[in-house]
């Protein structure tokens, strides 16, 4: 065999051992986080869900979900750990950590457009893009009666 027909080969091991590698490394990232994990962490699972933990063991953790509510998790069910900011950000709706230069990011997108109160009164036509009633269903020409949906030579078959 010459090397240009193994070169695929090759290339095809060289990408699954790349792959293999990354993995490697976020798994291992992954199981040093949770061993470094510390009572009193806010915490979310890898349901979505953010609570605080309480205690911390071999391979379970106790979290407080809500005040006074205490649940039992795996250490593997720990997605993140956050820090303090982001933590009370979430789960407290607590901004002044993240006070931005003031600016303030609306809710809908009604600002990212230029149009306001005073364009409505302006020159432009606005196109009506829905159905009118006399176009929902047209008509036939000679009877006056709304067709029913056949052309030209086609015939009633049931």
């Known amino acids: 065999m010459n090397l240009v027909s193994l070169l695929p080969f090759i290339v095809l091991i060289g990408a699954m051992f790349l792959m293999t590698r990354s993995a490697k490394k976020k798994q291992a990232a992954a199981i040093q986080m949770r061993d470094e994990m510390q009572p009193g962490a806010g915490v979310r699972t890898i349901g979505g869900m953010y609570a605080t933990v ?7 953790v106790l979290l407080e979900v ?29 901004d002044s950590a993240l006070d ?3 600016t303030v990011v609306p809710d809908d997108a009604s600002s990212l457009t230029e149009a306001d109160a005073a364009s409505d009164t302006s020159d432009d036509a606005r196109v009506d893009l829905g159905k009118k009633a006399d176009d929902a ?13 056949r052309t030209d030579g086609e015939a009633d078959a049931k």
């Open 66 to 94: 809500a005040p006074g509510v205490h649940a039992v998790y795996a250490k593997n069910a720990i997605g993140a750990v956050l820090d303090d900011a982001e933590y009370n950000r979430i789960v407290h709706g607590d």
């Open 100 to 102: 931005l230069d003031g």
């Open 137 to 149: 269903e047209p008509k036939d020409a000679e009877s006056g009666k709304k067709s029913e949906g």
């Open 54 to 60: 309480k205690e911390v063991h071999d391979d379970t």
